[in-house]
């Protein structure tokens, strides 16, 4: 099979900064395939991204002849692929740890400010923007509490979410990190958040990740 890799992707989900984080953590080159998320009512739900993602959502990873969905279902499968510089611990307490942090992301707090629910929020609720923000502060909030809470169990201390290796956990923080500043949501009752995220932008993995300096970024 073909090492080639391309990421579908729009440059300001928050899903798909997670792969390109776990992309470049590890070092793999890939190619960028936009799909912009509100251009000609989402390209998303065209008929060609359709094809590779029934789900019509971002991202998708074309490794070779394969498509790979879901983003950590993605990091993981890279990690297995590409065992150098791995993503997940050595022990099966701090990979528990490390997964379930991710999920606290990816399945808690990311799916309730995702676009299409506050499209539906809008369109078929009539909740305008304000009612809309104050619905995503508060499932924001409510799930960083918790992370926050998590990190600070003394057993997994260390610059990053699980010691003093960057893996799945910061692949996934760091993004919801940066949908909550674009919502205008107060992050200092998160310290240990706000820690962990600066050991993270200091790498040159998090900075090439970073939505702003994408190609297709607008």
């Not at 190619?31 to 060609?48: F, I, K, N, T, Y």
């Not at 359709?50 to 498509?67: D, I, Y």
């Not at 600070?152 to 610059?159: E, L, R, V």
């Not at 290796?165 to 992050?187: H, K």
Request: hydrophobic letters at 50%; proline letters at 7%; a neutral charge.
């Amino acid at each position: 099979m073909s090492d080639a890799l391309t990421l579908y992707g729009y440059w300001r989900s928050s899903a798909a900064y997670r792969v390109r984080i776990a992309l470049h953590l590890k070092g793999l080159a890939f190619e960028s395939g936009p799909v912009h998320l509100l251009r000609d009512g989402g390209e998303q739900r065209m008929p060609a991204h359709a094809a590779r993602n029934p789900q019509r959502l971002v991202p998708a990873l074309q490794h070779g002849g394969r498509m790979l969905t879901q983003s950590l279902a993605i990091i993981e499968y890279l990690d297995e692929t590409w065992p150098e510089v791995p993503l997940l611990p050595a022990d099966a307490s701090s990979r528990q740890r490390a997964r379930a942090l991710a999920q606290l992301v990816a399945c808690d707090i990311h799916p309730l400010g995702n676009l299409r629910v506050l499209q539906f929020l809008e369109r078929e609720w009539g909740i305008e923007a304000a009612g809309r923000a104050r619905w995503i502060e508060r499932w924001v909030a409510d799930g960083l509490a918790a992370f926050e809470a998590l990190l600070g169990d003394a057993s997994a201390a260390g610059a990053f979410c699980v010691g003093n290796t960057p893996g799945l956990a910061d692949c996934a923080l760091v993004p919801q990190l940066y949908n909550a500043r674009r919502f205008g949501i107060d992050l200092a009752p998160y310290p240990r958040i706000l820690a962990v995220e600066a050991a993270c932008l200091a790498l040159p993995a998090f900075a090439a990740a970073r939505p702003e300096v994408q190609p297709d970024a607008a």
